[in-house]
Every structure is written in structure tokens, then in C-alpha cells.
């Protein structure tokens, strides 16, 4: 089993930045791809980022391209995101997830997943 605890989320104006990180534990998550999605009121949870087990490879959505990276430090056994640039329209709940396969767009192929943090950006 894998637990993962994300955090990092809170309030900022828009333009501003925030790293969230996503802690890993129960098992080493060093040969899973890891993913980011968000979730905002009344929509549905959406992909953000993914990162191959390596860290070789990193897939983005078209509206956080150019803005967010997502990285990892396999010794420590986290994931983090680095947002900037925020706009509002940012604004949910951001998740990260395991995928024991080569990383996905899909939510469906993730295995695992923490509870969330909230990111709110303001105007």
C-alpha cells in the first residue's frame, strides 16, 4: 500500500506562486508515475501534471504549460508542483496520485491518491 499526504496549498493573490509537495509512504513510490489532477466546485477532477519514474519525463495540461512544474526527489520520496504565475481560475483542490505504469492523463490509471490541499487564488 501507498500513502500519499499532499501539501503547500493555501491562499494567494493571483500572480503569485505556491509549491506543493506530495509525500510518499508504505512503500518506496521510486518506480511509479506520479501525477497531479485538480478538482474545482462542480466540476470534474481534471489532469495537471505527470512525471515518469525517473523524472525523465514530464507531461503538462495545455493551461498550466509554461507555468507549473512538476519534479521529484525519489530519495525522499516526494512529488512536488511548482505553480506560478496563478490565475483564478486555479483555484480547487489539488491531488497528487501513483500510477504503477508509465503515467497517464487518466485518473483511472492512477492506483493511488492523497486527500488533497486547496489552493485558492484570489483577484
Known amino acids: 500500500q501507498v500513502q500519499l499526504v499532499e501539501s503547500g496549498g493555501g491562499l494567494v493573490q493571483a500572480g503569485g506562486s505556491l509549491r506543493l509537495s506530495c509525500a510518499a509512504s508504505?512503500?518506496?513510490?521510486?518506480?511509479?508515475?506520479m501525477g497531479w489532477f485538480r478538482q474545482a466546485p462542480g466540476k470534474e477532477r481534471e489532469f495537471v501534471a505527470a512525471?515518469?519514474?525517473?523524472?525523465?519525463?514530464?507531461y503538462y495540461a495545455d493551461s498550466v504549460k509554461g507555468r507549473f512544474t512538476i519534479s521529484r526527489d525519489n530519495a525522499k520520496n516526494t512529488v512536488y508542483l511548482q505553480m506560478n504565475s496563478l490565475k483564478p481560475e486555479d483555484t480547487a483542490v489539488y491531488y497528487c496520485?501513483?500510477?504503477?505504469?508509465?503515467?497517464?492523463?487518466?485518473?483511472?490509471?492512477?492506483?493511488?491518491w492523497g486527500q488533497g490541499t486547496q489552493v485558492t487564488v484570489s483577484s
Open positions: 496520485a501513483a500510477d504503477p505504469a508509465k503515467g497517464s492523463r487518466l485518473p483511472y490509471h492512477y492506483d493511488y
Open positions: 508504505g512503500r518506496t513510490v521510486s518506480s511509479y508515475a
Open positions: 512525471i515518469s519514474w525517473s523524472g525523465g519525463s514530464t
